[in-house]
C-alpha cells in the first residue's frame, strides 16, 4: 500500500519551479488533446499563445483581462496566506458590480466626478460584505468557509439574475436579461485609443504595490500568516483567529468587488448575467500558480489571461468548443496541485503491507 509522507526539508527550489513543471505537464497534455481532436498541435499552440499577441489590440485585450485576475488573486493571497480558502470571489465580484451597477442606475442621466469613485466605493462594500457572510458564519458557528464561500457564488449569480431579469431590466432591450447600458460619467476613461485598455488597470497597480507593503513590512501579515499556519503558537501569542478570518475574508471580498466594478464600468458597460467569465475562479489558480508571491501573481495573471484570449481565437479559427479553456486552467490546477503534493511529500510503501 502506498501513503504520502511528509518530507522533513521539501525542496525550496522545487517548490519555485512547481509552475514551470505544472505548465510543460499541461502543454504535453494539451499536446495529446489536440491530437485526439485530430488538430496538429503546434498549429493549436501557435493559435492559443501566439495569435493573441500579434496586434497591438490583442496586447490590449490580454491587459484589460489580466487585470480582473491579479486583483482578485492579491486579495485571495492574503486569506490563503493564513490558511483561509476564500472560494467565493466568484459571488463577491458579481455583488460588487450589483452594487456599482446600482449607483450607475440610480444617477443614470446625471454628471459628476464624484459618480465613478462612488461606485467603486460601493463595488468596494458590496464585495466586502458578501465576504463578511461566511466570516460571521466560521467565527460564530464554526461554518467551513471552503463550502460557505462556494455556495455563496450560485446565491450571489441568482442575485443578479433576478435584479437583470426584474427591476433593473433594460425597458428598451428587447426582453434581454440586461440592465441600460451606462452612460460616460459612469464609465472607466479609456487609457489607449482603439483599444479597451482603462484606468481600472491603475487600481490593479496600486493593489499588487500595496499587497506587496503590506505582506513585506506589515505586522500584522506576519500575526495572520502564524495564525494559519500555527493556530496553537498564534493563541500563545496573543493573536486572534477571529481578526484573522474576518480581515482575510472582507479584504478579499473587498477586492473581488472592485474588481467587478471594472468590469461594469469598463468593457462590458452595463449590468447581464455574463460580467464575469468565470475571473473569481481563475483568480485561485492565479494566486497558486504565483506562489501567493505580488509579483508572481502578476506573471500568472497574464498567462491565464492569454489562456481564455487563445480559448476565444481557437473557437473562431480552429471551432474548437468553449470548454477548451476552462480544460487548460483545470489540468494547469491539477498538476500545479499534484507537483505540490510530491515536492511536500514523498511516496512511500508501508513496511510490511502486502502489494496491490
Given at each position: 500500500m502506498?501513503?504520502?509522507e ?8 522545487m ?18 488533446l489536440?491530437l ?28 484589460i ?11 485571495l ?14 459571488g ?45 458564519l ?19 449569480t ?5 435584479m ?29 485609443e ?12 496600486f ?39 474576518w ?15 471594472g ?5 462590458v ?31 500568472s495573471g ?9 480559448g ?45
Amino acid at each position: 500500500m502506498h501513503l504520502l509522507e511528509p518530507r522533513a526539508h521539501p525542496s525550496q527550489l522545487m517548490k519555485w519551479l512547481s509552475p514551470l513543471i505544472a505548465i510543460a505537464l499541461m502543454l504535453i497534455t494539451g499536446s495529446l488533446l489536440f491530437l485526439a481532436l485530430d488538430k496538429n498541435p503546434i498549429e493549436a499552440f501557435k493559435v492559443f499563445f501566439i495569435d493573441p499577441l500579434t496586434s497591438s489590440y490583442g496586447w490590449g485585450e490580454l491587459l484589460i483581462k489580466a487585470s480582473p485576475l491579479i486583483l482578485i488573486a492579491q486579495g485571495l493571497a492574503i486569506g490563503f496566506r493564513a490558511r483561509i480558502f476564500n472560494i467565493g470571489a466568484e459571488g463577491q465580484l458579481i455583488m460588487g458590480a450589483l452594487f456599482g451597477g446600482g449607483i450607475a442606475i440610480t444617477f443614470q442621466g446625471m454628471t459628476g466626478w464624484w459618480i465613478l469613485p462612488l461606485m467603486v466605493i460601493g463595488g468596494a462594500i458590496g464585495g466586502a460584505l458578501w465576504g463578511a457572510l461566511p466570516a460571521l458564519l466560521k467565527t460564530q458557528f464554526n461554518a467551513e468557509e471552503t463550502l460557505t464561500t462556494l455556495m455563496l457564488n450560485y446565491v450571489a449569480t441568482f442575485i443578479l439574475l433576478y435584479m437583470v431579469n426584474g427591476p433593473w431590466r433594460d425597458p428598451a432591450g428587447m426582453n434581454f436579461p440586461q440592465s441600460i447600458m451606462f452612460d460616460g460619467s459612469t464609465l472607466l476613461p479609456i487609457l489607449i485609443e482603439g483599444s479597451r485598455v482603462n484606468a481600472s488597470v491603475f487600481i490593479t497597480l496600486f493593489a499588487v504595490f500595496a499587497f506587496w507593503l503590506f505582506t513585506s513590512r506589515s505586522f500584522l501579515s506576519y500575526q495572520l500568516e502564524v495564525g494559519g499556519q500555527a493556530p496553537a503558537a498564534s493563541r500563545y501569542a496573543g493573536f486572534s483567529a477571529k481578526r484573522t478570518v474576518w480581515f482575510s475574508l472582507c479584504i478579499s471580498g473587498m477586492m473581488a468587488g472592485i474588481a467587478g466594478v471594472g468590469e461594469i464600468a469598463g468593457p462590458v458597460g452595463q449590468l447581464n448575467p455574463n460580467i464575469s467569465p468565470g475571473y473569481g475562479f481563475a483568480a485561485i489558480i492565479v494566486a497558486y500558480l504565483g506562489r501567493l508571491n505580488p509579483i508572481g501573481m502578476v506573471l500568472s495573471g497574464f498567462l491565464m489571461a492569454l489562456l481564455y484570449l487563445g480559448g476565444e481565437a481557437a473557437q473562431m479559427s480552429m471551432q474548437l468548443p468553449a470548454a477548451i479553456t476552462g480544460l487548460f486552467q483545470g489540468m494547469l490546477l491539477f498538476f500545479l496541485l499534484g507537483s505540490d503534493a510530491f515536492i511536500e511529500n514523498r511516496l512511500r510503501r508501508r513496511a510490511g503491507a502486502k502489494p496491490a
